[in-house]
């Protein structure tokens, strides 16, 4: 069964750079969420959106921002990077009528 | 807010034994799901089980089962005859279903389980 794509999986950027993290959903899948994961940490709730409106913010810095495109993917642009950035950064996706997320492999963001 | 809370850092347990996870959580809410995430040194995040909460009857899949019980607001993980490949982290999370908008989940701070040869 076709699964979430996440691209990239590994970055590596230095401080004040911007990066964009990009998250494919299961086919047929209408919600996209994002969840950043520190070192030794659990999955912090950042963003979702449900049919290319943002349906629910959580923790998410003002200089990260997100959309989901007319095909349901879905992208993390993240600008003036620090070192407290560096993070696994996952996408889940769902259909909004029931409540099982699954998870992409993630992305592992460094931040130099 | 919600809140998700696994007393457990770490545990161990033998291969072929049956190893118990602790997980409780608060909330207000009266209709809302439960899950048990597996996450395994390539960090996946991989789906146990899952627990819905107007159902009284515990979940079970396989070798994981629940145990739980919703006035204590526990939500228990047991898994029988542990393989080497159960080994990961367990986090326990929290969800309060909106079918509009789609639901964020909760988190426990997670439980690193070893399996011993």
């Not at chain 1, 086919?27 to 709730?45: A, E, I, L, N, S």
């Not at chain 1, 449900?50 to 992208?75: L, N, V, W």
């Not at chain 2, 799901?33 to 899949?61: C, D, G, H």
């Amino acid at each position: 069964a076709a699964g979430v794509i996440q691209s990239p999986r590994h970055l590596i950027k230095e401080k004040r750079e911007t990066a964009t993290l990009k998250c494919y959903p299961i086919p047929r899948h209408d919600t996209v969420y994002w969840y950043q994961q520190g070192p030794g940490q659990d999955p912090q709730f950042l963003i979702s959106f449900y049919e290319k409106m943002q349906s629910d913010k959580g923790s998410i810095p003002d200089r990260f921002s997100a959309q989901q495109f007319s095909d349901y993917h879905s992208e993390l642009n993240m600008s003036s990077l620090e070192l407290g950035d560096s993070a696994l950064y996952f996408c889940a996706s769902s259909l909004v009528t029931q409540e099982t997320q699954y998870f992409g492999p993630g992305t592992r963001l460094l931040v130099l | 807010a919600q809140t998700v809370t696994q007393s457990q850092p770490e545990m161990s347990v033998q291969e072929a034994e049956t190893v118990t996870l602790s997980c409780t959580y608060d909330t207000s809410e009266s209709d809302y799901y439960l899950f048990w995430y597996k996450q395994p040194p390539s960090r996946q995040m991989i789906l146990v089980i899952r627990q819905e909460a107007y159902k009284q009857q515990n979940a079970t899949e396989n070798r994981f089962s629940v145990n739980f019980q919703k006035a204590a607001k526990s939500f228990s993980l047991k898994i029988s005859d542990s393989q080497l490949g159960d080994a990961a982290m367990y986090f326990c999370a929290y969800l309060h279903y909106q079918e509009t908008s789609g639901s964020r989940l909760t988190f426990g701070e997670g439980t690193q389980l070893t399996v011993n040869p």
